[in-house]
């Protein structure tokens, strides 16, 4: 299997299974001389960790990180200065439950990958899925907190903004409130409606979906490059690659298409640093495939999960009609976890093409 491997200059590899002995990512690229900590990327992976609430699958993974390579020990335990050469890190698998998916080893679950992998490849991992299992985010999310070093005055920040067909409240919108609720949730009154919904819908082992929107503050103006080289395509593509995600959109996205040209175009007046400051941000902080330098704005719709106790017409590997139900630990809302994730994958984009404008433009515009 090829393309594991997502970036230009800062360059992330992962590796490994759901059900193998370990999985992990080496991240080709940083900078040297870029000081960093274990807890800073545990802090993240804490973040994703399941099973820390009812409204996660309940794998109970903890999730420890080790740097294995490309850094030299700092002044204190677990403090590292990268030296520019490949970073590797691990995480060892520790609750796998290989025989939840016995059942399923000859038979395909509707809107999983099995049938196309085993078209494609001629085999499967039927445990969880192999490499097509969401287990393989938390290696983006090691990475992200890499990326997140690499753009000085950098801040990625995600929450989820709609579970099925609840949507938060923006004017009740608090970042602050994000961390204290259990799905990254910025409108408390929201978050306490989505435990509701979210409970019925747990009870009757079914899944349901939700939208995320990921912000990234600081981003430098001139990142990116027409045609072939557009940050919002390759955020877009990020995105797209995390399991699950069904649609992308940056800046004010499809409803766009509802606006006016005087709407929806972003005007501009001198600002008090001599450069064009904008009025709005419909564009989500990218023009042409360039960042404006404004927030970049991100939002990706994630399917309800597959994997429900509901079930469900499909056939087996021999051809045969048969009826699939799930068994095993699966998140009603995979969504909710999905938030790190989706600031992983923005970070990492952002650094890549942080590094990409410096080798080529960098003088120029020092």
């Given at each position: ?5 997502f ?52 794998r ?115 970042w ?42 600081g ?25 699950a ?40 902080g ?77 003088a120029?515009?020092?």
């Amino acid at each position: 299997m090829s393309h594991n491997t997502f970036g230009h200059l800062f360059r992330v590899t992962t590796w490994g299974e759901s059900h193998g002995a370990a999985i992990g990512c080496v991240v080709d690229g940083m900078p040297p001389n870029i000081r960093f900590t274990v807890a800073e990327i545990q802090a993240e992976l804490d973040r994703r960790r399941p099973g820390q609430s009812r409204y996660t699958t309940q794998r109970q993974e903890l999730d420890q990180v080790r740097v294995l390579s490309g850094v030299m020990p700092g002044e204190t335990e677990g403090d590292y200065v990268s030296t520019g050469t490949p970073i590797a890190l691990e995480i060892q698998n520790t609750d796998q439950r290989s025989k939840d998916y016995s059942d399923i080893a000859q038979r395909y679950r509707p809107g999983h990958a099995d049938m196309t992998y085993d078209v494609k490849y001629g085999i499967r991992d039927h445990r969880g899925g192999g490499r097509s299992s969401a287990r393989e985010t938390a290696m983006r999310v090691a990475a992200g907190a890499l990326a997140r070093k690499v753009v000085p005055g950098l801040r990625v920040r995600g929450a989820l903004v709609a579970i099925g067909a609840t949507w938060v409240d923006r004017s009740r919108w608090d970042w602050d409130e994000v961390p204290r609720n259990p799905f990254f949730c910025p409108d408390a009154e929201t978050a306490t409606r989505w435990a509701e919904e979210l409970d019925a819908v747990r009870k009757s082992g079914s899944s349901i979906g939700a939208v995320v929107e990921i912000v990234a503050e600081g981003v430098p103006a001139g990142l990116g490059a027409p045609i072939y080289g557009k940050l919002d395509a390759d955020i877009a593509s990020g995105l797209m690659s995390i399991n699950a995600v069904k649609g992308v959109e940056i800046g004010e996205g499809f409803a766009a298409a509802a606006l006016s040209g005087e709407e929806n175009a972003d005007e501009m007046r001198p600002g008090p640093d001599g450069r064009p400051q904008f009025l709005s941000n419909h564009a989500g902080g990218i023009l042409g495939g360039i960042s404006t330098g404004q927030a970049v704005v991100a939002r990706f719709a994630v399917k309800p999960t597959s994997s429900i106790l509901t079930p469900r017409r499909s056939v087996d590997a021999g051809g045969n009609a048969v009826d699939v139900m799930t068994k095993g630990r699966h998140d009603p809302c995979v969504g909710i976890r999905a938030v790190p994730v989706g600031e992983a994958m923005v970070a990492c984009a952002i650094a890549d093409h942080y590094l990409r404008d410096r080798g080529q433009v960098g003088a120029v515009r020092a």
